[in-house]
């Protein structure tokens, strides 16, 4: 019965042991101690943000851009992780961009379409200026032709996104009638067209 326990008292101060040296090699391995407050990057420009991540042990990725006219082109306008996190050495630093130039769409056949409907579509293309034109058609609210700049766009034309949109849109038809007009009755089947129950 001794050498039972005396066993199974070794075999729990091993794989005390053995867990205890796991842990010690766990926060060597995943760097425990070793962390880096992620600094800011902001307003720098793509190259110069680069370097202040790679002083700091950390990597710099250019996730995205987006063009804002108010905002020098080239420089960073986010960063992920925020400034001051707390960070493993190492860790990737996902930067936005401010472009160089506004992105372009290609226009798909916004006409024969409705108003409504072309607006849509232009919103999804992230086109937010539109103005509509009316001209006399018989078709209201009925797309007949897209304008850029002056010039008449076929589908497939690229534009920036930043663009402003002229959609020619039909006004209808509207019927007018004259003071002494009134609707012709036909009196001799008048009856028969009154009688309609």
């Not at 794989?15 to 796991?22: G, M, N, R, Y």
């Not at 372009?104 to 024969?112: A, F, G, H, Q």
């Not at 009925?142 to 920036?160: C, E, F, Q, T």
Request: charged share 25%.
């Amino acid at each position: 019965m001794k050498r039972i326990l005396l066993h199974v008292g070794l075999m729990l101060v091993v794989a005390i042991a053995v867990c205890w040296l796991a842990m010690l090699w766990l926060d060597v391995w995943t760097r425990h101690d070793s962390t880096v407050t992620v600094p800011s990057v902001k307003s720098m420009t793509y190259s110069a943000a680069e370097r202040t991540l790679i002083d700091e042990g950390l990597v710099a990725i250019l996730a995205d851009s987006v063009y804002d006219r108010t905002t020098r082109p080239g420089t960073v306008i986010e960063q992920n992780p925020k400034v001051g996190t707390v960070v493993k050495e190492g860790r990737e630093i996902y930067l936005t961009i401010n472009a160089f130039s506004p992105k372009m769409v290609s226009l798909p056949t916004l006409t024969d379409i409705s108003v409504r409907q072309a607006k849509s579509i232009l919103e999804g293309l992230e086109i937010k200026n539109v103005v509509e034109k009316r001209v006399p058609s018989e078709f209201k609210d009925l797309v007949l032709a897209v304008y850029y700049k002056g010039r008449r766009l076929s589908p497939g034309a690229r534009i920036p996104v930043n663009s402003t949109v002229t959609l020619e849109v039909g006004e209808g038809v509207q019927e007018v009638f004259e003071e002494g007009d009134s609707a012709e009755v036909d009196t001799e089947n008048a009856p028969e067209q009154l009688n309609l129950f």
